[in-house]
């Protein structure tokens, strides 16, 4: 990835934003650093600049999705800030871990979480071939290794299903970023969403923080059809397995909120942007499922014990 030099340009590009004054006010992060030979002085940027610098570095068809996305607020409300180690489930180039590498620096570390294998070979068609997992966290190291630059974060990498004692208490945060339906619609094939939980609680620093962002699906709908396969989980079924596993649930948030998505029983999370599966081929159909644009999604912040 390439490294941000957060110089005076940084600044100036964010200097406008009330949102980031606010936030640099309410933190106390603002700091002078000492005089320079010419007497000038040198705002030391926030985290939040910071992270708004990261983010308008990345590629434009990723910065096309942060209307749905949301990834400044996100991750400012899960508390994400640099020198912390993070753990980024289903990590891709962009989202999330390519955009923590640059932003969590050089004291920080990513950590890339997968599926088991087992969970894995239930996906039907979509399970990778047998044996393809067996060594996907140092495969995935390797490949992040080749993402960083100088002054980003280091990586490492970790399978639900088999967290090390070693690597116990040692995470400041875990993302779970659309990913909580996949370990719920598999929780009565071998209790994933179970033991995924119990991973990331061992996982957590006390007083660690797990971010769930995930499809959310109506109260009001059939429970079956809200399991996951269909994408959608209801917000009070993620709430009830994580208190089950010893998590509180700290904060919630409508940042990744779109009330023009109410799906009924008949729908699925795929039939909307980026996806659009059932209309690619539709021109009228494909308009009206981006005019609806990504998910419903829930956005909650739990916390293990201190």
């Not at 399970?127 to 100088?150: I, L, M, V």
Request: hydrophobic fraction near 40%.
């Amino acid at each position: 990835m390439k490294h941000l030099l957060l110089g005076a340009a940084a600044l100036a590009l964010f200097a406008c934003s009330q949102d980031n004054a606010a936030d640099a006010s309410s933190d106390n992060a603002s700091k002078m650093a000492a005089d320079k030979p010419s007497g000038e002085t040198v705002e030391v940027p926030t985290a939040w600049q910071q992270l708004d610098a990261v983010l308008a570095e990345q590629p434009d068809e990723a910065k096309a999705r942060y209307e749905y996305r949301h990834p400044a607020a996100t991750l400012k409300f899960f508390g994400v800030k640099p020198g912390m180690t993070v753990v980024d489930t289903l990590p891709g180039e962009v989202w999330y871990a390519g955009i923590l590498l640059d932003y969590l620096g050089p004291e920080g570390k990513v950590i890339g979480a997968d599926y088991s294998p087992e969970m894995w070979s239930l996906f039907g068609s979509f399970a990778p071939p047998e044996g393809a997992k067996a060594n996907w966290a140092a495969e995935w190291t390797e490949k992040a290794e080749g993402w960083r630059d100088e002054g980003d974060a280091s990586v490492g990498a970790v399978a639900f299903g088999s967290v090390s004692d070693d690597m116990a208490g040692t995470a400041d945060v875990i993302l779970q970023i659309r990913s909580m339906h996949h370990f719920n619609r598999f929780e009565d094939q071998g209790d994933h969403r179970t033991q995924a939980i119990a991973d990331m609680y061992k996982l957590l620093k006390p007083g660690g923080v797990v971010g769930v962002v995930q499809h959310r699906a109506p109260e009001g709908n059939d429970d079956a059809w809200a399991t996951g396969d269909n994408g959608y989980v209801k917000q009070s079924a993620i709430v009830a397995a994580f208190e089950a596993g010893g998590f509180e649930l700290v904060d919630q948030s409508e940042i990744n909120a779109n009330p023009k998505d109410q799906p009924t029983e008949d729908d699925f999370v795929w039939r909307l942007p980026p996806t659009l599966a059932g209309s690619a081929d539709d021109p009228a159909a494909a308009e009206a499922m981006r005019a609806i644009g990504e998910s419903d999604r829930m956005t909650l912040k739990f916390k293990k014990p201190e």
